[in-house]
């Protein structure tokens, strides 16, 4: 089966509070379970804010490094999810799963084969 990557986009600025953030956790998790039960799921993960990233660059055989995300934006990779699934229908399909659970934005792309073993 190929591997896609599901990345979640969600908006800069501080997180929302525990009375939005809990449900939606829950739905995360029961799309999480539905993915393992199915054998979809292959790793996820959150990503700390985009402010603690820092960018690498090759500069004339030397590393240049710049704080930040690579791109400016009002939206930022905030998790991600690794699948397998048997073409990109089915993981299109758990991409619109896990963009309703979460309410945002999910990026449905396939990997390069061979990546994540």
């Not at 089966?1 to 600025?13: A, E, F, H, N």
């Not at 039960?37 to 004339?60: H, I, K, M, S």
Request: aromatic content about 6%; proline content about 9%.
């Amino acid at each position: 089966m190929k591997k896609y990557l599901l990345s979640i986009y969600q908006p800069d600025g501080p997180a929302p509070g525990p009375e939005v953030l809990e449900p939606i956790m829950r739905e995360v998790e029961a799309v999480n379970t539905a993915m393992r039960e199915e054998g979809a799921w292959v790793f996820a993960g959150g990503l700390n804010p985009p402010g603690t990233a820092t960018v690498v660059r090759d500069q004339g055989g030397e590393a240049l490094m710049t704080d930040g995300p690579y791109v400016q934006g009002a939206e930022h990779v905030g998790g991600f999810t690794v699948i397998q699934a048997p073409d990109h229908d089915a993981a299109l399909e758990w991409g619109h799963r896990l963009a309703r659970a979460t309410t945002l934005p999910v990026e449905v792309r396939p990997m390069e084969s061979g990546s994540c073993g």
